[in-house]
């Protein structure tokens, strides 16, 4: 008997549905082709060589194509910087640049990297957004409200006494106002950057919360060694998120005016250059500091200086 299922020909039996190929640069991607690995960076895309490194790694891991963000037209031209730099160390794995809301940065990317992914519901003009005032809680009223969280909104609702739609969706909740299936969305917020991106804004709050990591105080030693070793690196990937690793060049005659101004761990490390008279000075500095710092390095003589974001650091 035929059945009418469009991706699967049965239920029962393994088939694999076969599509039309297309190459993402020069790896070709579905048809007979085997499934391809993508995964995407976690660094900010204006941060050049941070954004490089991770890219090679994630090849040495086996990754075949990376995405990176490309939020805004500024992330969209560096990614130009980005593949000229992974170029130049050997790495010409291809590029997919991830686009928000911005049409103008997608079509930048295009020119750049080998394939651009947006999401259509996404791909908007953002002065069509048009702004809401709010006013209260009767606001919501007639309403309807996405979430991924049904039971705990619903409760909220009753106890005001609001009277509004709930829209049960199970990820990308942010954008359910953009593409027109909610008024509103019901999710947890951390820094807020999410929604800054996708146009909305923090008008009621139901609770605040924070994540803990609670122990049996009668932990046997192998468990204790274990959590012993979580809390390590839970603290040197903290310890690391807002220090910048910083190297520079400095004038032999200025080393220790620019050791008195750095407010690094230890003594900086100092290594002779191939000019006479300089040195390369490396450092770890509070990244709050560096602003602070960086005029009086520039008056001591100090040239080149590159900041370098430290992913872990252990003390």
Not at 21 to 43: A, C, F, H, K, Y
Not at 111 to 133: A, S
Not at 196 to 221: D, F, G, Q, R, W
């Amino acid at each position: 008997m035929k059945n009418n299922f469009t991706y699967c020909e049965s239920l029962t039996e393994y088939k694999r549905f076969k599509t039309r190929e297309v190459s993402v640069g020069d790896i070709p991607l579905g048809g007979n082709n085997p499934v391809r690995i993508q995964s995407m960076t976690t660094t900010d895309t204006m941060d050049t060589i941070a954004t490089v490194e991770q890219t090679i790694r994630m090849v040495n891991a086996g990754c075949e194509y990376v995405r990176i963000t490309a939020p805004s037209i500024n992330e969209a031209n560096n990614l130009a910087e980005i593949k000229k730099e992974l170029h130049r160390r050997g790495c010409s794995v291809p590029l997919i640049a991830d686009i928000h809301f911005t049409p103008n940065a997608a079509e930048v990317a295009a020119r750049i990297v080998e394939k651009v992914r947006i999401n259509p519901g996404n791909y908007v003009d953002k002065k069509k957004f048009k702004e809401i005032e709010y006013t209260d809680i009767s606001w919501f009223n007639g309403k309807v409200i996405a979430t991924s969280y049904p039971e705990i909104l619903g409760d909220f609702l009753k106890e005001k006494n609001v009277n509004a739609d709930i829209h049960v969706i199970t990820c990308s909740v942010e954008i359910a106002p953009s593409i027109g299936l909610a008024d509103a969305i019901f999710d947890i917020v951390s820094s807020g950057s999410t929604l800054v991106t996708n146009h909305l804004k923090e008008v009621e709050v139901l609770m605040k919360s924070e994540a803990l990591l609670i122990s049996n105080p009668n932990l046997s030693s192998e468990k204790q060694a274990i959590l012993d070793e979580l809390l390590f690196r839970i603290d040197a990937v903290q310890i690391a998120e807002d220090k910048k690793y910083v190297l520079m060049n400095v004038p032999t005659e200025n080393i220790e005016k620019i050791i008195e101004v750095l407010p690094g761990i230890k003594s900086p490390t100092i290594m002779p250059l191939a000019k006479e008279g300089w040195n390369s000075l490396h450092a770890v500095i509070d990244e709050k500091r560096f602003w602070d710092i960086i005029g009086k390095l520039k008056t001591f003589g100090a040239e080149g200086i590159l900041v370098i974001p430290i992913e872990k650091m252990i003390l």
